[in-house]
């Protein structure tokens, strides 16, 4: 099974940086996922991580410890427009294709 | 650009309806997912297909059934049901290290 932990809520004022952390558990591995979900939206895929270090990518870098289970999402130079939730996901090894979320982290972006 | 649709934004059924729920992706992708979204619980997996007829179930198939009779179609189908299947329902199909949802159906079941 998979078990993936990140923060609920967090709060970050404009123009500053927020690091959102994921933890997981898996039986396997394959690689780990950031999505951005707007209220009343679809998730938007953001980053993929399958081997250790950081992924920049514009404003936003995502980092990856497998021996660590553990990834966050770093949002530099925060928009209001940032504020939303974000997803980590995970993809195990067994073949299964699809991927297990966490329950999202709620960023609310302040003036 | 991918484009995934889902055949309704809102619905409203009642206990004991049948319910199908739509998901056409334009991208050929083989793989095709059905999740239901709830405060806290996150996107959990019901449903999948990696190819036309061929489905998988997921974390919590109980209630739903799958149809998968052409590459670009997935259908989610409720055969009675139940208030607490009251939920977002999203569907993806994915290419590579990628997924891409579809905007979501409410569904709401009194």
């Known amino acids: 099974g998979q078990n993936i932990d990140q923060p609920t809520e967090m709060t970050a004022t404009e123009g500053a940086i927020v690091q959102i952390n994921c933890t997981y558990q898996t039986s396997g591995f394959n690689g780990l996922f950031w999505y951005q979900q707007h209220a009343g939206e679809a998730p938007t895929f953001l980053s993929y991580?399958?081997?250790?270090g950081l992924e920049e990518k514009g404003r936003f870098s995502s980092f990856l410890s497998r021996s660590k289970g553990y990834s966050y999402l770093l949002l530099k130079e925060l928009q209001m427009k940032d504020s939303a939730s974000y997803l980590c996901a995970v993809r195990d090894s067994t073949g299964r294709r699809a991927l297990t979320f966490g329950s999202g982290t709620r960023l609310q972006v302040q003036p | 650009d991918v484009k995934v649709t889902q055949s309704s934004r809102y619905l409203v059924k009642r206990t004991g309806e049948k319910v199908f729920l739509e998901c056409v992706q334009d991208?050929?992708?083989?793989?095709m997912f059905w999740y239901r979204q709830d405060p806290g619980l996150g996107l959990r997996l019901i449903y999948f297909?990696?190819?036309?007829?061929?489905?998988e179930k997921g974390d919590i198939p109980e209630g739903y059934s799958v149809s998968r009779e052409k590459k670009e179609r997935f259908s989610l189908i409720l055969e009675s049901a139940s208030t607490n299947q009251t939920s977002m329902y999203l569907c993806?199909?994915?290419?590579?290290?990628?997924?891409?949802f579809g905007p979501g159906t409410r569904l709401t079941v009194l």
């Open positions: 993806a199909s994915r290419i590579s290290n990628e997924q891409f």
């Open positions: 297909s990696y190819d036309v007829k061929m489905k």
């Open positions: 991580n399958v081997l250790d």
């Open positions: 991208m050929d992708h083989e793989n």
